[in-house]
């Protein structure tokens, strides 16, 4: 294995493995830490955590213990992956889980690039973008685990390290990796090691990969790995995964855990087009009037791609957590669609897709997952993924990701629904 990286959820360590993918790299993302040694064959191993919103405590010692795992498996080179939006709080888990990490690896500068720009992400002048709109002005500002209402990356990482933070600005950027190289060294010596990397196009994550061969940690979001694949000899082109991926008529199903502005619009399509949807509302699920069986039971008897889904209103969801507390609702709703995938499964469905990270990882767990095999993209950022030694296939996307008729696009990719 060459290149190991430890993604903080498990929608996020797909979006990874399938930029690898389609730059040559042989991947297998792996669920949580394996209890033996990878392939001959795996270049860049994806040890995926739900990490994100955990006590930075915890999330520091799974991803060391992660670390530990690739550096067994020969890796010389780590990536530590988050999402493109940078989804965290003032005591963490980006600083704490880079900051250990890179003490781990003897230190050295760090670079920090959640860009990510096929969905809209980019980073300038140090502050994060979400199409024409600050971070601070999008959908994330009224996350209900992680609100971002701060652009300034800076500013943000600042409060969760105790390393000074540099910048390496678009000048330097589009001067080409030299430059880069130059700037991060730059930066390095005048005792700012974690450094903040502009980028606003593929060219610019392609040119800091490129600017960045030897360095041991390198963060950020899934495109920050576009230019990672060349340096250790790897070229885009490789087999098709599409080919013999898809399981034609296997029943499939859709969870949707995410309030974000994108999945409350793929559940709007999904319903506009005539396919049938199940509201799962947190009074149900905490007064007990709705359990894993019975949302079970409703998936499997409906036609097309049947869709349960939480996603709301940032006013209703912030009334729920006012009325039941915040991680009492978001703990009972992603065990609830954890379960029922497992009994889902348990009763015949072949496909699963899940919209929003926690919700993935919380069915994934649930499914005793070990390891993924990436198979074709859905949409930017979202590869199909065949379960290792199961006829089972997933789709994990991120809230943030898709396009408005996801749902249906994903079943169709991997051969189910009747729609």
């Known amino acids: 294995m060459k290149l190991g990286c430890i993604g903080d959820d498990f929608t996020g360590s797909s979006d990874l493995a399938n930029t690898l993918a389609r730059g040559g790299m042989r991947v297998v993302q792996y669920c949580g830490i394996p209890a033996g040694p990878a392939g001959d064959d795996v270049e860049a191993g994806v040890v995926a955590l739900k990490s994100r919103t955990i006590a930075p405590e915890e999330a520091v010692r799974q991803s060391l213990a992660a670390l530990d795992w690739l550096r067994a498996q020969g890796c010389t080179q780590f990536l530590f992956k988050y999402c ?3 989804d965290s709080t003032d005591r963490g888990n ?28 980019t980073v300038y002048q140090g ?23 701060d652009a300034d990356l800076r500013r943000v990482l600042a409060r969760q390290t105790s390393r000074h933070v540099g910048h390496v600005a678009m000048a330097d950027v589009a001067a080409g990796a030299d430059a880069i190289a130059e700037a991060i060294s730059r930066e390095n010596d005048e005792g700012r090691p974690f450094v903040i990397v502009d980028a606003i196009s593929e060219r610019d994550l392609v040119e800091i990969g490129r600017a960045i061969p030897d360095m041991k ?16 000899g790897c070229r885009a082109g490789g087999a098709d995964r599409a080919s013999g991926f898809a399981r034609p008529g296997a029943r499939a199903i859709a969870l949707a855990g995410s309030v974000s502005r994108a999945t409350r619009g793929q559940v709007r399509a999904h319903v506009a087009a005539g396919q049938p949807a199940f509201e799962v509302r947190a009074s149900d699920v905490m007064e007990g009037r709705l359990d ?12 097309g791609v049947p869709l349960a889904y939480s996603s709301v209103e940032p006013e209703r969801v912030a009334e729920n957590q006012e009325r039941y507390g915040k991680e009492a609702v978001a703990g009972a709703i992603e065990n609830l669609f954890a379960e029922t995938a497992s009994v889902a499964v348990a009763r015949g469905a072949g496909i699963v ?14 499914l005793g997952i070990e390891a993924l095999e990436i198979g074709p993209e859905i949409d930017p950022g979202v590869p199909a993924l065949k379960v290792g030694g199961r006829e089972l296939r997933l789709a994990l996307k991120s809230g943030n990701f898709g396009a408005p008729d996801f749902f249906l696009k994903a079943a169709r990719i991997m051969g189910g629904g009747d729609e």
């Open 84 to 86: 493109s939006t940078f």
């Open 94 to 121: 980006i600083g704490p889980v880079a900051e250990a990490l890179s003490d781990a690896l003897g230190g050295g500068p760090v670079v920090f690039c959640p860009a990510f720009p096929a969905t809209g992400r």
């Open 127 to 149: 502050h994060l973008f979400v199409g024409d709109r600050l971070l601070s002005e999008s959908g994330m500002k009224n996350h209900p685990l992680t609100p971002m209402r």
């Open 217 to 232: 940690l390198v963060t950020g979001g899934s495109g920050i790995a576009m230019g990672l694949p060349a340096n250790f």
């Open 292 to 303: 894993p069986e019975t949302l079970s039971d409703w998936l499997l008897a409906q036609p």
């Open 353 to 366: 897709i899940c919209a929003g990270g926690e919700t993935s990882g919380a069915v994934v767990s649930a």
